[in-house]
Structure formats: C-alpha cells, structure tokens
C-alpha cells in the first residue's frame, strides 16, 4: 500500500516540477526570441534593406539562436526532470514514513492489545466451562474460581484503564505547576502500602519540578511498580533526586538479574516484556508501564532513560524541567 502510495506521491510531485518547468521554459523562450528580435531590428535601422547578404544573415542567426535556445532548454529540462524524479521520490518516502510507522505502530499495538485482551478472557472462559461441567463442584472450589475470575477481571481492568490514559495522552496538553518532587514522590509510594517499606527515599532539600502532579506520581508508581516486580524480595529500592542547571529530576534504582543490551532499548515500547524468568512478582504486567511513563515525560518536555546489564543495579533516570513551557498539544 505505501509503495503505491509512494509512486503515486513521486509522479503528482513529478508532474507539478514538469509542469513548472515547461512553464518558465516557454516564458524564457518567448522572452529570449524577443529580445533576438529586437536587437535585430536596432542592427536593421543601420543597414540596407535592400542587401540580400543581410536578409540571409539575419535570418540565418534567428534560425540559430532559436534551435541553440531549444536545443539548451531542453537539456536543461532533461536534468530538471532527472534530479526532480529522484527529489521526488525522496521526498514521497520521507513524507510517508512517519505515517507508515503509525501504521505499523498502531497495528502492532492493535494487534498486542487483542492478543493480552484474548488471553485472560481465555482463561476465564475455560475456568468457566469447567465448572459448569462439574456436577459435584463444591462451595469452596466455586469461590476459588470467582477469586480467579475476579483476578483476571481486576487484570483486565487495569490494562483497559492504562490504554485509555495512553490514548488521552496522545492527544492531550499538559497544565503545568510547580510540583515538589520529594513530596510528589513519597505520595506515590505509599500506595504500595506495606511494600513501600522497601523503597528507600534519599532526602534532600526542596526541588520543584515545572510538571503535572498527578503525572508525576503516576510516572513514579510505574517506576516504582517495575522495580518491585523486577527486583528480589526484600531487596531495597532507592530513590534519589537529581538538579542539573535547568533541569531537575529523580532516579530509581533495584537490585536484580538486569536488562540485557539486546532488551534494553526496547523497553519503552509498547507490550514489550522482557524474559519470564526477571519478574519476582506473580502477576505479571503487560508491558506498556514503562510506554505510559516514556510519554508522560515526552509531554512534559522532559528525559527518561535507563541503564542496567545482567547482573548489575538496574537504573531508570528521570529528568523535568524546572521551568513552565508554553502549553502545546501533542499528536
């Protein structure tokens, strides 16, 4: 689809640098053979008419100047055209990538998102059917199976309330305000409840961030969230705070088995999920935290990045500005 698109985008630029070009060709040479005529009639005010040498002559020279004058503009029109169908084609390939890559973003992610909706779904279908087969299910098993249910309900939940902050993200402005982050931060933390107790915050003085404070917390939870599933139980997490001239920040470290340099920059993308076997947490996520974190920073004009190898502290860094930005709406 995009390779037609692509040619068709190259012959309509092609055919409007033609049109331009046999356009200024005709102006040229209609100027040029009047200006061979004049300066022919200005010769013909001081001679004879009545010479034939002369009459030969001049026309001899119009006849001359009129096939150099084609001969030149088509040549010229020749490389025009070349150099504006490669420019063309060029250009119709840098137009259509960023719409060919959401495409096939949003194909993959239509895709990904049918696929962890479908599984769970699953799930809860055969768990289901089972039970309605079981003649002789008892109370007990039949609370086991709507806790289960409820789990992958409550899954669910949460995967369908991530993507619709996603898709408001993508289209949304961000207010901004003067945010102190250790403040910000300590109010995410606690909605881990007796979990927080392994997040260690390095206290410092007062730094303000020019952000949204709700997307600052949630940008801490999912930081927060992934290093306690990727870390060892009962291992510390820690979370410092960081000023660089204009811009402030905050990073969160964990112990663990690492990200590995294959893995590392792909993290951010939506549904990726990284080996099985580097969560400690038996839920297991479903890969567009880290996205949801990555396009909240990008909405506030910010940094996110993160650094780790197998068997090395795993380290996501984040840096905002400290002062407001124009409000400007993101596509």
């Known amino acids: 689809m995009f390779k037609s698109a692509t040619f068709k985008l190259t012959t309509w630029y092609l055919g409007i640098i033609v049109a331009v070009s046999l356009l200024f060709s005709i102006v040229i040479y209609t100027l040029a053979l009047r200006e061979v005529s004049s300066r022919v009639g200005i010769v013909q005010t001081n001679v004879i008419w009545s010479q034939p040498d002369f009459i030969l002559a001049r026309d001899d020279q119009i006849h001359q100047a009129e096939a150099n004058l084609v001969f030149g503009l088509a040549i010229a029109n020749i490389c025009i055209w070349t150099i504006g169908g490669i420019g063309s084609y060029y250009l119709a390939r840098r137009t259509l990538a960023p719409i060919e890559e959401a495409h096939e973003a949003q194909s993959r992610f239509v895709s990904d998102a049918s696929h962890e909706l479908r599984t769970p779904l699953a799930s809860m279908k055969t768990e289901l059917e089972v039970a309605l087969r079981d003649k002789t299910l008892s109370k007990h ?35 901004s305000e003067r945010v102190p982050l250790q403040a910000a931060t300590q109010t995410a933390v606690k909605r881990f409840g007796q979990e927080a107790r392994r997040v ?6 007062s730094i303000d961030a020019s952000a949204n404070r709700l997307h600052v917390e949630e940008l801490v939870t999912i930081l927060v969230d992934n290093a306690l599933k990727y870390s060892p139980p009962h291992s510390l997490i820690n979370l410092s705070f960081i000023r660089q001239k204009q811009l402030v920040g905050f990073e969160i470290s ?24 580097r969560t400690n947490s038996h839920q297991k996520g479903y890969g567009i935290g880290l996205s949801l974190a990555k396009k909240i920073v990008e909405l506030h004009y910010g940094e996110l990045s993160a650094s780790s190898a197998p068997g090395e502290t795993t380290t996501f860094r984040v840096l905002l500005p400290r002062f407001t930005r124009p409000k400007q709406k993101i596509s």
């Open 200 to 205: 260690r915050i390095k206290k410092t003085l």
């Open 141 to 175: 098993e039949a609370i086991q199976l709507l806790a289960s249910n409820l789990e992958e309900v409550d899954k669910l939940t949460q995967l369908s309330s991530t993507l619709l902050q996603l898709a408001k993200l993508d289209t949304s402005a961000v207010i």
């Open 254 to 277: 964990n112990e663990g088995e690492g990200i590995t340099e294959h893995a590392l920059p792909h993290i951010f993308d939506r549904f990726y999920q990284t080996e099985k076997s």
